[in-house]
């Protein structure tokens, strides 16, 4: 039987604890979603439900402070007096001013101070950083609705950091440890442990744990013990290489050629259905990831689901979408955006309001150290757009590196579902890959509703594979793949495979289907003998 694993790491409190492990980081079930969640004000009248929040926090805070220690109610009132610090404020509303959401306004302003703070030569500045995301998640679930929950009494708190107040809230009389990826021994909560002679080690390194695995916390030596098959996460340059070639597999046509056959998760139940074994991830929609603006703007909530999927598909590759919302596509909270009125959709939405898409970007080149992660962007049109996409990815990638945050740079690519792209496919030579989305190409071809594209598919076929086997010619040898519905209707797949398609991605429901359609046909979409 394999040893159990013992991680060194500073001691930021003595003590030894052990208990099952509490994930920080690990995302909610969809069964704890809570549909009752009011939406989140837009910027229009953004200013006073931001005040509101503060107001609730600061009440929050207050009624915490009751009955602490001399200790814990300084740290408390530190926080109370930078939220009622008028800077602040003022400097979120005047980012609402320039048609900011009220959300993405209030994240900004504060993620500005934290990487002032992270950024600092002094180990207790840098410490104060946490200080200022615990004031930014308490107002950010005040603004959604959704406060900050408690964790399990006994377990070992298991995460990158953990906020003075979250420590606060906690019941430690029944025992319980931390351990931190980073954090400070310079740190409130540290001192906060010490105080409550709480076990606690920081500057673990990531490490893989599941929910409820058995941890003991070493605050004397400076340890993390793991049950066996434990394991340190690689640091970004022992991380696999992503990639979306085509891999030879299990599966081939009748006459030998090598096909991929991806799956397409839409909702968050199936990425429990995943299997490992037999399928990677051709498409992730990451639209379910993201219910509301508030959803859009926590980004520790989006990078817990992307490392879900990414752990959970093992050594196979996985495409995740960034979001593809507007036009017909609305989000909670943000209907009164200037980029929503002029019905962007897509790439477009995301350059028109980047607040959005530097959350993302951050939870994706976080998440890509877990697993083979490319990213795929949606409504693309002009090269152009994928470059200035790029450009956010570096940038943030710049400030995740100062910070010393594990992340990635993962293959970007990009769907083909207007027209014009796929007729000037060669223009795109920034695009690490390609993905043929049907359903809009579809509609955009046929001039069709959403409503009536599903009925005027077959009369739009030949087109649509027309087209497609002309841009696979101009993909000029970068992977392909096609993800729109098309790929998981059998009476599609030989001419599909005719325009010279290898990789398909499906739905989970469709994969058998399509799997037995390829074992009987040829590469060149003929019928193999005796079928």
Same mark, same amino acid.
Request: negative net charge; aromatic residues 4%.
């Given at each position: 039987?394999?040893?159990p694993?013992?991680?060194?790491?500073?001691?930021?409190?003595?003590?030894?604890?052990?208990?099952?492990?509490?994930?920080?980081?690990?995302?909610?079930s969809?069964?704890?979603?809570r549909?009752?969640?009011p939406?989140?004000?837009?910027?229009?009248?953004?200013?006073?439900?931001?005040e509101?929040?503060?107001?609730?926090s600061?009440?929050?805070?207050?009624?915490?402070?009751?009955?602490?220690?001399p200790?814990?109610?300084?740290?408390?009132?530190?926080?109370?007096?930078?939220?009622?610090?008028?800077?602040?404020?003022?400097?979120?509303?005047?980012?609402?001013?320039?048609?900011?959401?009220?959300?993405?306004a209030?994240?900004?302003?504060?993620?500005?101070?934290?990487?002032?703070?992270?950024?600092?030569?002094?180990?207790?500045?840098?410490?104060?950083?946490?200080?200022?995301?615990?004031?930014?998640?308490?107002?950010?679930?005040?603004?959604?609705?959704?406060?900050?929950?408690d964790?399990?009494?006994?377990?070992?708190?298991?995460?990158?950091?953990?906020?003075?107040?979250?420590?606060?809230?906690?019941?430690?009389?029944?025992?319980?440890?931390?351990?931190l990826?980073?954090?400070? %021994?310079?740190?409130?909560?540290?001192?906060?442990?010490?105080?409550?002679s709480?076990?606690?080690?920081?500057?673990?390194?990531?490490?893989?744990?599941?929910?409820?695995?058995?941890?003991?916390?070493?605050?004397?030596a400076? %340890?993390?013990?793991?049950?066996?098959?434990?394991?340190l996460?690689?640091t970004?340059?022992?991380a696999?290489?992503?990639?979306?070639?085509?891999?030879s597999?299990?599966?081939?046509?009748?006459?030998?050629?090598?096909?991929?056959?991806?799956?397409?998760?839409?909702?968050?139940?199936?990425?429990?259905?995943?299997?490992?074994?037999?399928?990677?991830v051709?498409?992730?929609?990451?639209?379910?990831?993201?219910?509301?603006?508030?959803?859009?703007?926590?980004?520790?909530?989006?990078?817990?689901?992307?490392?879900?999927?990414l752990?959970?598909?093992?050594?196979?590759?996985?495409?995740?979408?960034m979001?593809?919302?507007g036009?017909?596509?609305?989000?909670?909270?943000?209907?009164?955006?200037?980029?929503?009125?002029?019905?962007?959709?897509?790439i477009?939405?995301?350059?028109?309001?980047?607040e959005?898409?530097?959350?993302?970007?951050?939870?994706?080149?976080?998440?890509?150290?877990?697993?083979r992660?490319?990213?795929?962007?949606?409504?693309?049109?002009?090269?152009?757009?994928?470059?200035?996409?790029?450009?956010?990815?570096?940038?943030?990638?710049?400030?995740?590196?100062?910070?010393?945050?594990?992340?990635?740079?993962?293959p970007?690519?990009?769907?083909?579902?207007?027209?014009?792209?796929?007729?000037?496919?060669?223009?795109?030579?920034?695009?690490?890959?390609?993905?043929?989305?049907?359903?809009?190409?579809?509609?955009?071809?046929?001039?069709?509703?959403?409503?009536?594209?599903?009925a005027?598919?077959?009369?739009?076929?030949?087109?649509v594979?027309?087209?497609i086997?002309?841009?696979?010619?101009?993909?000029a040898?970068?992977?392909?793949?096609?993800?729109?519905?098309?790929?998981?209707?059998?009476?599609?797949?030989p001419?599909l495979?005719?325009?010279?398609?290898?990789h398909?991605?499906?739905?989970p %429901?469709r994969?058998?289907?399509?799997?037995?359609a390829?074992?009987?046909l040829?590469?060149?979409?003929?019928?193999?003998?005796g079928?």
């Amino acid at each position: 039987m394999a040893e159990p694993l013992r991680l060194k790491a500073k001691s930021a409190s003595p003590g030894i604890a052990s208990g099952p492990a509490f994930l920080a980081e690990e995302p909610k079930s969809p069964s704890s979603e809570r549909p009752d969640v009011p939406p989140v004000p837009n910027a229009a009248g953004g200013y006073g439900a931001l005040e509101k929040a503060i107001d609730i926090s600061i009440g929050e805070l207050e009624r915490l402070a009751e009955g602490t220690d001399p200790e814990s109610r300084d740290i408390i009132d530190f926080q109370i007096e930078v939220l009622r610090d008028p800077t602040i404020a003022e400097a979120t509303g005047a980012r609402m001013q320039a048609d900011e959401n009220v959300v993405f306004a209030w994240v900004t302003t504060l993620d500005a101070y934290i990487g002032e703070l992270e950024a600092a030569d002094e180990e207790q500045m840098r410490a104060r950083a946490v200080d200022i995301l615990d004031i930014k998640n308490r107002v950010l679930g005040a603004l959604a609705g959704t406060p900050i929950a408690d964790f399990p009494p006994g377990s070992v708190f298991v995460g990158k950091d953990m906020e003075p107040s979250r420590f606060l809230a906690h019941d430690w009389s029944k025992g319980g440890g931390i351990a931190l990826f980073a954090g400070s %021994a310079a740190g409130h909560v540290a001192l906060l442990a010490r105080a409550k002679s709480v076990p606690m080690v920081v500057g673990t390194g990531r490490f893989s744990a599941a929910d409820g695995d058995p941890v003991s916390v070493d605050g004397d030596a400076g %340890a993390v013990i793991l049950q066996a098959g434990g394991m340190l996460i690689p640091t970004p340059a022992q991380a696999p290489a992503a990639d979306t070639q085509t891999e030879s597999g299990e599966l081939r046509t009748a006459d030998g050629v090598p096909i991929q056959l991806s799956i397409n998760i839409n909702d968050p139940a199936e990425i429990d259905a995943l299997d490992p074994a037999t399928a990677g991830v051709g498409l992730m929609r990451s639209e379910f990831s993201v219910a509301s603006v508030a959803d859009a703007a926590n980004e520790e909530r989006q990078l817990a689901i992307y490392r879900q999927v990414l752990e959970r598909a093992g050594d196979k590759p996985v495409i995740i979408r960034m979001l593809d919302i507007g036009g017909d596509k609305p989000l909670a909270g943000l209907q009164d955006l200037p980029a929503l009125a002029s019905g962007l959709r897509g790439i477009r939405l995301l350059l028109a309001q980047p607040e959005i898409a530097r959350v993302q970007a951050r939870a994706l080149l976080r998440a890509a150290v877990f697993g083979r992660l490319s990213v795929m962007l949606p409504m693309v049109t002009f090269p152009d757009e994928i470059d200035r996409i790029r450009d956010i990815f570096r940038e943030e990638a710049e400030k995740l590196g100062r910070r010393a945050v594990p992340h990635r740079m993962p293959p970007i690519g990009m769907m083909v579902e207007v027209p014009s792209a796929a007729l000037m496919l060669d223009t795109f030579g920034s695009a690490a890959f390609f993905s043929f989305g049907t359903n809009d190409l579809t509609q955009y071809l046929a001039a069709s509703t959403r409503d009536s594209s599903e009925a005027d598919t077959g009369k739009a076929a030949p087109a649509v594979l027309r087209l497609i086997a002309q841009a696979v010619k101009l993909a000029a040898g970068k992977p392909t793949s096609i993800c729109g519905d098309m790929a998981g209707d059998p009476h599609y797949l030989p001419g599909l495979l005719a325009a010279g398609l290898r990789h398909f991605s499906v739905a989970p %429901a469709r994969r058998p289907a399509i799997r037995s359609a390829i074992i009987g046909l040829n590469a060149d979409g003929t019928r193999a003998a005796g079928e």
